[in-house]
């Protein structure tokens, strides 16, 4: 038998899945092992995946505007826009489940078929991590303040940080 | 210990022991962890991955001070580490592809017995991960449970009250855990009933993959399965669901098996004396069709077609004939011509033996 993409005998026999249903393929050995080497979007292939799913429930009932809309929102925290989110398949920090909380709802029922957690809770901050959440959204604000040269705002921001910080060492009785 | 000591072991999940292990190879156990004061990775600059890593660096230390981690655990800078090492701890399991490949500053802690390891700065800021050989969910759990307390006596995780462990991907979220055990399935590949199998176990939410997990194809008829789902049920639900599908996999291939070899002895019983001629006497192969032959000869030793050789022994060959671990192992870099020629001697010389039929004569 001849590899299927080449004329050189075919060695290798792979049964591959497409949509769920397999497909054999019939390749030589250098073919086979450019076939088998996960390709870039092989190794990410679940964020396709994701925003496929995504895509699909925003277009029930959004319309092109409010989806352009919906896009441009950015969480105060960590910056990130809808439209990356829905580009990269990664939130941008833990304050993005409360910001795009509407939005996530419909995807994560359809992931996971439920939307409250049951499992383990942390002993340290059972009831979420507020606090924390400012400082990502300070020390952003601070960076910014530095790199526009708002030199007195960023030493106020750096007060704040310090003044939260040590707060925890306090708590953790440091 | 360092990471070349690891090089000529073949570390817990490969040991060939523990419940079902002709067909169960290992479970695992996964928890994503962030830490709730830093963007999650894909937000996160250079400076806060280095910081993350150092955060999490000095808690290890510290742990490790008050004998609470293994003395003798490896602190590996995955950024730092050359391209073989890194492809050497994919190989081993102890870190992910996406971990070996993305960019920034990375780590990751090794068990010196390898049954667990803890990324930093993978997808998220902590990937804890647990492996035992053969069929054993609830011990990798606690295992993983215990770890997971003892780091969060040192770190505040993001965590939210209805939305459980917060990650950096929502198909984690929840208890953030993934639970898998790998199966070797090579007569129900033979007798094409794996398609079937996969999509009921889809019906059923679970995930299948191949031997390095996700996107990777299934080499040598080795399947990762997993839970799909992290939200809304507990631990130990998602743990037992995966659990409870296991023994019924395991009678599908043992009954594949029984079918073969009342229906088509003679062809198997050569389908596996050839692998391991091919094996016993190749002078250049490459690593795919290595681990395809190896998993014949594996179903072939668990029916006993094959006496004496045993099946640490095949699963060691499994690991070793990875192209990172040959270029460890003997302490060259190759590329994939020398590699060949090196896997197939490699090869030849843990399988002959003492044994007659020896071809070799290097």
């Given at each position: 038998?001849?590899?299927?993409?080449?004329?050189?005998?075919?060695?290798?026999?792979?049964?591959?899945?497409?949509?769920?249903?397999?497909?054999?393929?019939?390749?030589?050995?250098?073919?086979?092992?450019?076939?088998?080497?996960?390709?870039?979007?092989?190794?990410?292939?679940?964020?396709?995946?994701?925003?496929?799913?995504?895509?699909?429930?925003?277009?029930?009932?959004?319309?092109?505007d409010e989806l352009a809309r919906l896009d441009q929102r950015a969480c105060p925290?960590?910056?990130?826009?809808?439209?990356?989110?829905?580009?990269?398949?990664?939130?941008?920090?833990?304050?993005?489940?409360?910001?795009?909380?509407?939005?996530?709802?419909?995807?994560?029922?359809?992931?996971?078929?439920?939307?409250?957690?049951?499992?383990?809770?942390?002993?340290?901050?059972?009831?979420?991590?507020?606090?924390?959440?400012?400082?990502?959204?300070?020390?952003?604000?601070?960076?910014?303040?530095?790199?526009?040269?708002?030199?007195?705002?960023?030493?106020?921001?750096?007060?704040?940080?310090?003044?939260?910080?040590?707060?925890?060492?306090?708590?953790?009785?440091? | 210990?360092?990471?070349?000591?690891?090089?000529?072991?073949?570390?817990?999940?490969?040991?060939?022991?523990?419940?079902?292990?002709?067909?169960?190879?290992?479970?695992?156990?996964?928890?994503?962890?962030?830490?709730?004061?830093?963007?999650?990775?894909?937000?996160?600059?250079?400076?806060?991955?280095?910081?993350?890593?150092?955060?999490?660096?000095?808690?290890?230390?510290?742990?490790?001070?008050?004998?609470?981690?293994?003395?003798?655990?490896?602190?590996?800078?995955?950024?730092?580490?050359?391209?073989?090492?890194?492809?050497?701890?994919?190989?081993?399991?102890?870190?992910?592809?996406?971990?070996?490949?993305?960019?920034?500053?990375?780590?990751?802690?090794?068990?010196?017995?390898?049954?667990?390891?803890?990324?930093?700065?993978?997808?998220?800021?902590?990937?804890?991960?647990?492996?035992?050989?053969?069929?054993?969910?609830?011990?990798?759990?606690?295992?993983?449970?215990?770890?997971?307390?003892?780091?969060?006596?040192?770190?505040?995780?993001?965590?939210?009250?209805?939305?459980?462990?917060?990650?950096?991907?929502?198909?984690?979220?929840?208890?953030?855990?993934?639970?898998?055990?790998?199966?070797?399935?090579?007569?129900?590949?033979?007798?094409?009933?794996?398609?079937?199998?996969?999509?009921?176990?889809?019906?059923?939410?679970?995930?299948?993959?191949?031997?390095?997990?996700?996107?990777?194809?299934?080499?040598?008829?080795?399947?990762?399965?997993?839970?799909?789902?992290?939200?809304?049920?507990?631990?130990?639900?998602?743990?037992?669901?995966?659990?409870?599908?296991?023994?019924?996999?395991?009678?599908?291939?043992?009954?594949?098996?029984?079918?073969?070899?009342?229906?088509?002895?003679?062809?198997?019983?050569?389908?596996?004396?050839?692998?391991?001629?091919?094996?016993?006497?190749?002078?250049?192969?490459?690593?795919?069709?290595?681990?395809?032959?190896?998993?014949?000869?594996?179903?072939?030793?668990?029916?006993?077609?094959?006496?004496?050789?045993?099946?640490?022994?095949?699963?060691?060959?499994?690991?070793?004939t990875q192209p990172a671990h040959l270029q460890k192992l003997s302490g060259v870099?190759?590329?994939?011509?020398?590699?060949?020629?090196?896997?197939?001697?490699?090869?030849?010389?843990?399988?002959?033996?003492?044994?007659?039929?020896?071809?070799?004569?290097?």
């Amino acid at each position: 038998m001849k590899c299927q993409k080449c004329d050189r005998p075919a060695t290798f026999h792979i049964t591959d899945l497409v949509d769920g249903e397999p497909s054999e393929l019939h390749l030589c050995e250098e073919c086979a092992q450019s076939f088998l080497a996960p390709s870039q979007e092989e190794a990410q292939d679940v964020m396709p995946a994701m925003a496929g799913l995504l895509a699909q429930h925003l277009a029930v009932g959004e319309t092109a505007d409010e989806l352009a809309r919906l896009d441009q929102r950015a969480c105060p925290v960590c910056g990130i826009t809808f439209l990356q989110f829905r580009k990269q398949g990664r939130l941008g920090c833990p304050h993005d489940y409360v910001f795009f909380e509407k939005e996530l709802e419909p995807l994560l029922m359809s992931i996971h078929d439920q939307t409250q957690h049951v499992g383990k809770v942390p002993k340290r901050c059972p009831h979420g991590a507020d606090q924390q959440t400012q400082l990502i959204r300070l020390r952003r604000e601070m960076k910014e303040a530095v790199s526009s040269e708002e030199y007195e705002r960023a030493s106020e921001i750096r007060d704040k940080i310090r003044e939260i910080e040590a707060g925890f060492r306090e708590a953790k009785g440091e | 210990m360092t990471l070349d000591d690891l090089a000529s072991t073949s570390g817990e999940w490969l040991r060939g022991s523990g419940p079902e292990s002709d067909i169960v190879i290992s479970s695992r156990i996964r928890l994503a962890r962030n830490l709730a004061d830093f963007p999650f990775i894909s937000r996160a600059t250079d400076a806060d991955r280095a910081e993350i890593e150092r955060i999490l660096h000095g808690r290890v230390e510290s742990l490790r001070t008050a004998g609470k981690a293994p003395a003798e655990s490896l602190y590996l800078k995955v950024s730092e580490l050359p391209e073989v090492d890194r492809q050497f701890l994919v190989e081993r399991q102890l870190i992910s592809r996406e971990h070996a490949q993305s960019e920034g500053a990375r780590a990751v802690v090794v068990d010196p017995s390898e049954r667990f390891s803890v990324m930093i700065n993978e997808e998220d800021h902590l990937r804890i991960q647990v492996m035992h050989s053969g069929l054993a969910l609830n011990e990798a759990w606690e295992q993983a449970t215990k770890l997971d307390d003892m780091i969060e006596e040192q770190v505040t995780y993001a965590y939210n009250e209805r939305l459980g462990y917060l990650t950096a991907c929502p198909t984690n979220t929840g208890t953030g855990v993934r639970v898998s055990v790998m199966l070797h399935l090579p007569a129900l590949a033979i007798t094409r009933q794996i398609e079937k199998v996969f999509k009921s176990l889809h019906k059923i939410n679970l995930a299948v993959r191949g031997l390095y997990g996700e996107g990777s194809q299934a080499t040598g008829d080795f399947y990762q399965i997993s839970n799909q789902v992290t939200l809304g049920q507990t631990e130990e639900e998602l743990a037992k669901k995966v659990a409870d599908v296991v023994p019924v996999l395991i009678d599908y291939e043992r009954q594949a098996r029984s079918f073969l070899i009342e229906n088509s002895q003679e062809t198997l019983h050569d389908r596996v004396s050839r692998a391991f001629g091919i094996l016993r006497t190749a002078q250049t192969i490459s690593s795919e069709e290595t681990m395809h032959l190896l998993s014949s000869v594996r179903m072939g030793i668990n029916l006993g077609l094959i006496g004496d050789l045993a099946i640490p022994t095949v699963n060691k060959l499994l690991i070793h004939t990875q192209p990172a671990h040959l270029q460890k192992l003997s302490g060259v870099e190759l590329d994939q011509a020398d590699r060949n020629i090196e896997r197939a001697t490699y090869l030849r010389r843990h399988l002959n033996g003492e044994s007659k039929g020896n071809v070799s004569h290097n």
